[in-house]
């Protein structure tokens, strides 16, 4: 059974970090490019970062200004998005994606809140 399972989310005060980490299971993670995505209340899903299915190509959305690091551990089926210096507007629902060729799977989605 393809599972993706994410956690890390809470609230954070503004200018604090948080880490997220994406539990994949059931699929072959290390063949998989990864992304994460966000989703805040009345926002379309955007992509935040991604990174390649060995690790050596990242990307990352203009709008994170190089406060957030993807990083994977493919024998542990892991990926990782490190996030510092969140603002409010980081506040939204943070999904991981694992995609190759048509194939692609999602997980639940871990809340992330941003507030004094």
Known sequence: ?????????????PGG???LSCAASGFT???YAVSWYR?????????????????NVKTYADSIEGRFTISRDNANKMVY????SLKPEDTAVYYCNAK??????WGQGTQVTVSS
């Open 100 to 105: 190759r060729a048509e194939l692609a799977y």
């Open 17 to 19: 970090s948080l880490r």
């Open 81 to 84: 998005l490190q996030m510092n």
């Open 39 to 55: 989703q805040a209340p009345g926002k379309e899903r955007e992509l935040v970062a991604g990174i390649s299915s060995y690790g």
């Open 1 to 13: 059974q393809v599972q993706l399972v994410e956690s890390g989310g809470g609230l954070v005060q």
């Open 29 to 31: 993670f290390s063949m």
